[in-house]
């Protein structure tokens, strides 16, 4: 029986699934990572080995590959040092160095150049936030990598002190997300890496998405010598692949925080700034957008009430939609879209008859849906193709959900068997790897019955946010 491993470096935790060609689970282990927004990316690395031997090793696996977390910046010295702690996607330390670039070339222009409005979760602001703040650290910058081309680039046998920079590759899913990679032209924008860090830089070469990375080396823990390595990819665009999207497919995933990804095949230029415009792991486009508050807002509502998400359900499914006028804007820790960092929560339109825990419930619900379709439709409003839509997530297998977004959107909904949808992309590629095609794995689930549309939910959400927060 032939095997493949597939990595998913998240950033909570590494996890390894070991599937066979038909894309069945063999086994899978999982070791976790410190927490925090700096990470020496060496314990990226030994968690990965930590996971591997929780999965009983992987010395029967023919090739292997890495999604992971994206955009983190792990700047590395000619000879391969890490230089500080890889700032990750959630660091926020960056925020200033977002104002600063968009004041020296227009906010306009980097969505024109890269298809991406300047968030502080890219790349390119952390190049920025380490000449402004650690200049000698800039200056000694002679490679710059993201965090699933750090795990390749050990997998073959790369070690601090010891740097070929032709060893160094990514994949167009993860350059994409970087704010110095072009749509367009397929190819880096060196100029605006020295923009924000003051020189050029080596960045890691970009392969083609069924192409090997290389393969693994002597001497590693658990992992055989000499099998192909995956091109390896960001998590999302790993996830999209696992799903199998197809043009007119588009996703909402629903974890603690929220994400609303298409597939397309062109890049997208949002001026709004709400969406963007990231490659996938297929050769096709993944425009991406995103909000920081998803299941969390009904846990912090089931937590108020004293309730489990099961009776959450039951209260929403008993309550009216719109909640007799009860709204509830779930940006409990600020928000990402809208552009809001700073906004609170605010539970808006209360009066003696509509403050009950079924509404109460039920707007909980409702807010979180409503900040997701606001990202979808803004995707539709771009030219991008959605005829059905995927929900993902731990919020996606929840009676409320399902019954609640039909009445929103009217796109037919399919609702996915929960799984490791990053490591199952990542397994995905090893086959391509190792064989020169993706397989064709079957994506069971189900399909969420149509509903009554109740356009008064997303309206009364809309009026709300611009009555309280002007957007």
Same mark, same amino acid.
């Given at each position: 029986m032939t095997l493949v491993a597939g990595v998913d470096s998240s950033t909570q935790s590494c996890k390894v699934v070991v599937r066979d060609l038909a894309g069945n689970i063999v086994r899978e282990g999982r070791a976790p990572h410190p927490p925090g927004t700096a990470v020496d990316p060496a314990l990226w690395w030994n968690a990965m080995l930590s996971a591997v031997q929780a999965a009983g090793g992987l010395m029967d696996v023919e090739a292997i590959s890495v999604g992971a977390q994206q955009h983190g910046m792990v700047a590395m010295d000619e000879r391969g040092n890490v230089l500080r702690d890889a700032l990750m996607w959630n660091d926020t330390s960056s925020a200033p160095a977002v104002v600063a670039l968009n004041d020296?070339?227009?906010?306009?222009?980097? $969505?024109?150049? +890269?298809?991406?409005?300047?968030?502080?979760?890219? +790349?390119?602001?952390?190049?920025?936030? =380490?000449?402004?703040?650690?200049?000698?650290?800039? #200056?000694?910058?002679?490679?710059?990598?993201?965090?699933? !081309?750090?795990? &390749?680039?050990?997998?073959?046998?790369?070690?601090?002190?010891? =740097?070929?920079?032709?060893?160094? %590759?990514?994949?167009?899913?993860? #350059?994409?997300? &970087? #704010?110095?990679?072009?749509?367009?032209?397929?190819?880096?924008?060196?100029? =605006? $890496?020295? *923009? #924000?860090?003051?020189?050029?830089?080596?960045?890691?070469?970009?392969?083609?998405?069924?192409?090997?990375?290389?393969? %693994?080396?002597?001497?590693?823990?658990?992992?055989?010598?000499?099998?192909?390595?995956?091109?390896?990819?960001? !998590?999302?665009?790993?996830?999209?692949?696992?799903?199998?999207?197809?043009?007119?497919?588009? $996703?909402?995933?629903?974890?603690?925080?929220? &994400? *609303?990804?298409?597939?397309?095949?062109?890049? $997208?230029? !949002?001026? @709004?700034?709400? *969406?963007? @415009?990231?490659?996938?792991?297929?050769?096709?486009?993944?425009?991406?957008?995103?909000?920081?508050?998803?299941?969390?807002?009904?846990?912090?509502?089931?937590?108020?009430?004293?309730? !489990?998400?099961?009776?959450?359900?039951?209260?929403?499914?008993?309550?009216?939609?719109?909640?007799?006028?009860? &709204?509830?804007?779930?940006?409990?820790?600020?928000?990402r879209t809208p552009n809001l960092p700073d906004a609170r929560a605010s539970l808006y339109g209360m009066n003696i008859a509509n403050t009950t825990p079924a509404n109460l419930a039920r707007a909980a619900v409702e807010g979180m849906l409503c900040s997701q379709v606001v990202m979808l439709n803004a995707t539709i409003d771009l030219g991008v193709p959605v005829e059905r839509v995927l929900i993902i997530g731990g919020a996606a297998r929840s009676a409320a959900v399902r019954a609640i977004l039909p009445q929103i959107i009217d796109k037919p909904i399919f609702a996915p068997e929960p799984g490791e949808y990053v490591a199952q992309g990542a397994a995905m590629q090893a086959v391509a790897a190792l064989t020169g095609d993706f397989p064709d794995w079957e994506q069971c689930g189900d399909t969420i019955e149509s509903a009554e549309q109740h356009p008064e939910i997303m309206g009364q959400h809309l009026e709300v946010r611009q009555r309280i927060y002007g957007v």
């Open positions: 020296e070339l227009g906010a306009d222009e980097w $969505v024109r150049r +890269t298809g991406l409005p300047l968030a502080v979760s890219f +790349t390119v602001t952390k190049l920025r936030w =380490l000449r402004d703040n650690e200049p000698d650290n800039a #200056a000694e910058a002679a490679a710059v990598i993201l965090p699933h !081309d750090y795990l &390749t680039w050990r997998l073959k046998g790369g070690e601090p002190g010891h =740097l070929d920079m032709d060893d160094l %590759t990514t994949d167009r899913s993860d #350059a994409s997300g &970087t #704010a110095y990679w072009s749509g367009e032209t397929e190819d880096y924008c060196h100029d =605006l $890496v020295e *923009v #924000a860090l003051g020189h050029r830089v080596h960045l890691p070469r970009v392969l083609g998405p069924r192409e090997s990375a290389g393969v %693994t080396a002597e001497g590693l823990p658990g992992i055989p010598a000499g099998i192909p390595i995956g091109v390896g990819g960001g !998590d999302n665009a790993c996830a999209a692949l696992a799903l199998g999207l197809e043009i007119g497919d588009a $996703v909402i995933s629903m974890g603690t925080s929220g &994400t *609303v990804y298409a597939r397309t095949d062109r890049p $997208v230029h !949002d001026f @709004s700034g709400v *969406v963007s @415009s990231y490659a996938d792991a297929s050769g096709a486009h993944l425009p991406l957008s995103a909000t920081l508050n998803a299941a969390r807002d009904v846990d912090v509502v089931a937590r108020l009430l004293g309730r !489990d998400h099961g009776e959450i359900a039951y209260l929403a499914s008993v309550a009216s939609p719109g909640c007799d006028g009860l &709204t509830l804007l779930p940006y409990f820790e600020g928000e």
